[in-house]
């Protein structure tokens, strides 16, 4: 099993709609998690990241975070076709604490 | 705002032929990172260094060499380019261990014929 896995999609939500981003783990002492938006041709750009579980709140976004069943979402709320973009997540395990382990990204299209 | 530069956006290299990826940071940043981003296999590590002159292996170093000289400059060697490494290649800094954030360049698109 990889060791953080997204469901590569596409994913496709109508606009104005609440658009959810899952992202599971393997449990290897999990410590946090970012969200990155990445548009086509361009580079990552960091969207969110959580380090306890609950759920964190920034505008139109929302990431969660579950350790106990091991998986990390991202909402976006109001979706905008301007969220068109591959989200990427990313997490950080103790055992291995000095890099980021990515899954292979999700990408969603939102439709006007 | 952080600002990590790759050299160069579009690069055509041939088979054999040593190639040569600089990254520079002007955020002071301890650590920075080499990734290969593919269609279907999403980001992976290949080099990293938290320190100057100091590198550690990622999730696939085979074929790739790396040189940290100076804190804000991280080059990527391809020792003899070979057609699987046709690839996007994205730089990252961090100003810490793990926890923090990274910070990509904008990426150099590598094809090797």
């Known amino acids: 099993q990889k060791e953080v896995e997204q469901n590569s999609g596409p994913l496709s939500v109508p606009e104005g709609a609440i658009a959810s981003l899952n992202c599971t783990y393997s449990d290897r002492g999990s410590q946090s998690f970012f969200w990155y938006r990445q548009y086509s041709g361009k580079s990552p750009e960091l969207i969110m990241f959580?380090?306890?579980?609950g759920d964190k709140e920034d505008g139109r976004f929302t990431a969660q975070l579950n350790k106990a069943s091991q998986y990390v979402s991202l909402l976006i709320r109001d979706s905008q076709p301007s969220d068109s973009a591959t989200y990427l997540c990313?997490?950080?395990?103790?055992?291995?604490?000095?890099?980021?382990?990515f899954g292979q990204g999700t990408r969603l299209t939102i439709n006007p | 705002d952080v600002k990590v530069t790759q050299s160069s956006r579009y690069l055509v290299k041939r088979t054999g032929e040593k190639v040569f990826l600089e990254c520079v940071q002007d955020?002071?940043?301890?650590?920075m990172f080499w990734y290969r981003q593919d269609p279907g296999l999403g980001l992976r590590l290949i080099y990293f260094s938290y320190d100057v002159k100091m590198k550690e292996k990622g999730d696939i170093p085979e074929g790739y060499s790396v040189s940290r000289e100076k804190k804000e400059r991280f080059s990527l060697i391809l020792e003899s380019a070979s057609t699987n490494q046709t690839s996007m290649y994205l730089c990252?800094?961090?100003?810490?261990?793990?926890?923090?954030?990274?910070?990509f360049g904008n990426g150099t698109r590598l094809t090797v014929t």
């Open positions: 990313a997490g950080v395990f103790r055992v291995d604490a000095q890099k980021l382990v």
């Open positions: 990252a800094s961090s100003p810490g261990l793990g926890n923090s954030p990274l910070h």
């Open positions: 955020m002071d940043h301890e650590n």
């Open positions: 959580i380090y306890s579980n």
